[in-house]
């Protein structure tokens, strides 16, 4: 027996998603994008499908999902909107383990350690080298970022700016980081992964990774003593 979503045919709506709807639509279709879409991973498929034309998206929580406004509505037609919804935590980490795999493999890489905490991110590790990739779903991105230490301070810095300054790329903009839908996130998660395998051998060099890293343009942190 089919479950309603929470508000469809109740008065539950929102004096919001009044307005965005419109007086003439159809209740079992009205949802709030403050309340959850499913519960105990069941996708409730009328309202998703609605709200996604609308140019919402949705991600996981827990056990159940939220909407989350991605883009501003534009008039493209449905099949294009329905194409672009950020991929879950669970998809995020699917993929970043299918294509950093061999990446890992060919540079001694551990992990990846994942984590949800503010958003879904993984990291791969070698001594005092540590990747770290993200997924933004606010703005349906993915990132890469590298980061090294010493004794005393902490650097990190983006993948490509760090390519671009070591001379293993030609410039900034050469790979993607769109994440708006399963198939762009793989294709960013491609480019950095190739950006990784290119730079590594430049930082394995403990007495010359700061200096490559500050080259780089990197964020510096002290660390704070032992106690």
């Known amino acids: 027996m089919a ?10 709506a929102t004096s919001a998603s009044w307005m965005m709807h419109g007086p003439a639509t159809r209740r079992s279709e009205v949802t709030d994008p403050a309340l959850p ?3 105990d991973g069941k996708v409730y498929k009328r309202a998703p499908r609605y709200l996604q034309v609308k140019g919402y998206g949705w991600r996981q929580v827990g056990r159940h999902w939220e909407v989350f406004k991605f883009r501003p509505w534009s008039s493209r037609t449905q099949q294009d909107q329905e194409a672009s919804v950020v991929p879950s935590a669970k998809v995020f980490f699917n993929e970043v383990r299918a294509v950093y795999a061999s990446t890992a493999d060919a540079l001694d890489l551990t992990g990846p350690e994942e984590t949800e905490q503010i958003m879904p991110r993984a990291s791969y590790k ?3 080298i540590e990747y770290w990739i ?29 390519a671009v300054s070591t001379g293993v790329a030609e410039k900034c903009g050469a790979i993607s980081y769109s994440a708006r839908n399963q198939k762009q996130l793989r294709k ?6 190739e950006y990784v395998q290119r730079v590594h051998q430049l930082l394995i060099d403990s007495a010359t990774a700061e200096s490559v ?6 964020r510096e942190w002290e660390k704070r003593a032992e106690p």
């Open 188 to 193: 960013s998660l491609q480019g950095h992964a």
């Open 126 to 128: 070698a001594a005092f």
């Open 3 to 12: 479950t309603k979503a929470p508000g469809a045919g109740t008065g539950l």
């Open 213 to 218: 890293m500050r080259q780089a343009g990197a």
């Open 37 to 39: 879409l499913c519960k």
């Open 134 to 162: 993200s997924l933004d779903y606010a703005e349906g991105t993915v990132g890469c970022r590298v980061k090294t230490e010493t004794d005393t301070i902490m650097l990190t810095v983006d993948i490509e700016p760090l």
